[in-house]
């Protein structure tokens, strides 16, 4: 069946942009943005959320105008949601620059520490640490390229000058304190036994993210409920909705820890509230597309 007309608002000003014609009732939410498109260039399709109601929520691609109930004459809202950049992109830029700085940093450069900083002994948790590091972002770089499969191929270009300015400003703290030639390292057993943890949630943090790409055939946006396999570091999906953030906050924790270091403390706090925001997010809404999801909590087993 066709549509006769599909009159488009703005979702923010509410104002008319544009009308769509032949339109079919089983045309889906990306047929729609792909006919905007040829009418609006700019607004190409990741660059566009599409609403049936101006404050509501935004549509799937995948649903179609029958099963919205659209037939004949209706109207759809859309929010352009600005200039959009490929997670992929966003990603390699986030953590290449971590990796960059630190080991930068790590040299002791005159800029930072004087003439006298290279010369200095360095501790040998110094050196674990900058391994730590290295090795945190490098698994970020190689999952990027490897191993992740966004459900959303996009995201808006003020995030990637945000979030760098986040993860680049605070290595560059991190990095001054741990390098400094006046460092004083914590005893070898709080060294070694933070090291042995911080190792165990990155290999825990990989092994959720491993399940997770297992669970999303590749070039799908299909969504299912993770359960733990046979791995015994996917069992904490037992517990929470949400584990790769589990070990990632943990990891944090065991590098302040091993280093004594307080901005290496402010970070892992400061990721822990924002990956907790997006924990219960993504529980919220597991809970709600799925009526048989499991009791769990979000990030902290017993407790968020």
């Keep these: 069946?066709?549509?006769?007309?599909?009159?488009?608002?703005?979702?923010?000003?509410?104002?008319?942009?544009?009308?769509?014609?032949?339109?079919k009732t089983t045309s889906t939410i990306l047929d729609v943005k792909k006919s905007?498109?040829?009418?609006?260039?700019?607004?190409?399709?990741e660059r566009q959320e599409v609403r049936l109601e101006q404050k509501g929520k935004y549509l799937k691609e995948t649903s179609t105008l029958s099963e919205l109930g659209l037939k004949s004459e209706c109207k759809l809202y859309i929010k352009d949601l600005g200039p959009q950049i490929g997670w992929t992109t966003v990603f390699f830029c986030e953590y290449a620059g971590p990796l960059i700085i630190y080991l930068w940093i790590y040299q002791r450069p005159w800029l930072f520490y004087g003439d006298k900083g290279a010369s200095s002994p360095i501790s040998l948790c110094t050196h674990i640490a900058a391994g730590c590091y290295t090795f945190h972002y490098a698994k970020r770089l190689l999952e990027t390229k490897f191993v992740h499969r966004f459900s959303h191929s996009t995201m808006p270009l003020f995030n990637l000058f945000k979030n760098c300015t986040y993860y680049w400003g605070f290595t560059a703290y991190v990095?001054?304190?741990?390098?400094?030639?006046?460092?004083?390292?914590?005893?070898?057993?709080?060294v070694y036994?933070?090291?042995a943890a911080f190792l165990v949630c990155e290999l825990g943090n990989f092994s959720i993210h491993l399940l997770l790409r297992n669970l999303r055939p590749a070039g799908s946006k299909e969504r299912k409920i993770p359960y733990p396999d046979s791995n015994p570091l996917t069992f904490l999906f037992n517990s929470v909705s949400c584990p790769n953030y589990t070990y990632e906050v943990g990891s944090w924790v065991a590098f302040t820890v091993m280093t004594s270091c307080l901005p290496a403390g402010l970070f892992a706090l400061c990721g822990f509230y924002q990956m907790a925001v997006?924990?219960?997010?993504?529980?919220?809404?597991?809970k709600k597309e799925f009526t048989n999801y499991p009791r769990r909590k979000a990030i902290l087993p017993f407790l968020l």
């Excluded at 498109?37 to 399709?45: A, D, F, R, S």
């Excluded at 304190?177 to 390292?185: G, S």
């Excluded at 997006?278 to 597991?286: C, D, E, I, Q, V």
Aim: hydrophobic share 40%.
């Design 193 to 195: 036994g933070a090291l």
């Design 175 to 190: 990095a001054y304190h741990i390098n400094h030639p006046l460092f004083t390292p914590p005893s070898d057993v709080q």
């Design 278 to 286: 997006w924990a219960l997010g993504k529980h919220r809404n597991y």
């Design 36 to 45: 905007v498109q040829l009418q609006k260039t700019v607004l190409y399709p």
């Design 1 to 23: 069946m066709d549509i006769e007309k599909l009159d488009i608002y703005n979702a923010k000003s509410g104002k008319f942009v544009t009308t769509l014609y032949g339109l």
